[in-house]
């Protein structure tokens, strides 16, 4: 036992001197009993980095926007779009107004369609033929349209002339344009889409553009689309110029069938 007792004091000191050559400094725990844990900081396995749980509010990178999700083209000037963005606007559901089609008799436009209430969103249906077709409209703190979206739907009046005898107000188009002659008042949506006749949905926009240049040709691209039975969703964004009721800037961004998103900028 005499024996025993000098060979256990003999090794403890053996393990004083081995435990003044370890680093401590580079130990993450001396004591944790975990080889793991116990091994060099340097030394140690990656950590291990779990993906996002489904549904959680994650967003994607800034540079490649989500399918079917429009959003605003990037690094442009949105100084006069931001109060279109605040969350706290009045919502709105009317039905858009018609013409009578008879001589002298007046038509059932709708009066706040027509002067557009302040920060305030609009879900406006518009009726052709008894089909309905819906489009959000959102105006700034003057009361102009910032933003339109909506799934575009061709008109179920496919003879144009019919269509706008009743769903063109021709006096209050011609007077939205302006005074320039060279305005026309252009529907954000087209009447070919169901666009309502009302005030929220026009703005003065560059004659020929509006008849024969880019923007027509693009709305041509959406009819063809949706002759295929593709789904054609849109944005239109309005940046003004200062102190006018005149766009400076029309911005149109649109997926088809929830695909990648086409970015268009129109100078008006």
């Known amino acids: 036992m005499k024996q025993l007792g000098e060979l256990l004091k003999e090794l403890a000191s053996l393990l004083k001197e081995v435990d003044r050559y370890i680093p401590k400094a580079s ?7 975990n080889m793991i844990e116990d091994l060099p900081v340097a030394d140690g396995p990656a950590p291990k980095v ?7 509010s994650q967003k994607p990178s800034p540079e490649k926007p989500s399918k079917g999700k ?3 083209a990037k690094n442009k000037d949105t100084s006069t779009l931001k109060p279109a963005q605040t969350p706290q606007k009045i919502v709105i ?8 089609g008879k001589k002298g008799i007046k038509g059932t436009w709708h009066e706040q369609l027509e002067n557009p209430e302040p920060n305030t969103v609009y879900k406006v249906t518009s009726y052709h033929d008894g089909v309905p077709a819906t489009y959000t ?3 700034d703190s003057k ?8 799934k575009l739907k061709k008109s179920a009046i496919t003879v144009q002339k019919e269509r706008d005898k009743l769903h063109r107000n021709t006096t209050t188009q011609s007077k939205y344009g302006g005074d320039d002659p060279n305005y026309d008042g252009g529907h954000l949506i087209g009447t070919l889409f169901q666009g309502p006749a ?7 926009q560059l004659k020929d553009q509006n008849r024969h240049g880019e923007w027509r040709q693009m709305e041509k691209e959406w009819a063809k689309e ?17 102190g006018t009721g005149t766009p400076e800037i029309m911005y149109s961004n649109y997926s088809v069938d929830n695909g990648p998103i086409t970015e268009r900028e129109f100078r008006n």
């Not at 009361?143 to 909506?150: A, C, D, E, H, L």
């Not at 009302?198 to 003065?204: A, F, G, R, S, T």
């Not at 949706?226 to 200062?242: H, T």
């Open 70 to 72: 429009l959003s605003f």
């Open 27 to 33: 130990m993450r725990s001396r004591s944790s009993g």
């Open 143 to 150: 009361g102009r349209t910032v933003k339109v979206t909506g």
């Open 198 to 204: 009302e005030k929220v949905n026009l703005v003065p």
């Open 226 to 242: 949706l002759d295929k039975g593709r789904e054609v969703e849109v944005e239109i964004l309005v940046k003004y110029q200062e």
């Open 137 to 139: 409209y959102e105006t």
């Open 93 to 100: 559901e009317l039905d858009a107004g018609k013409a009578s």
């Open 50 to 56: 779990s993906a996002p749980p489904r549904g959680s």
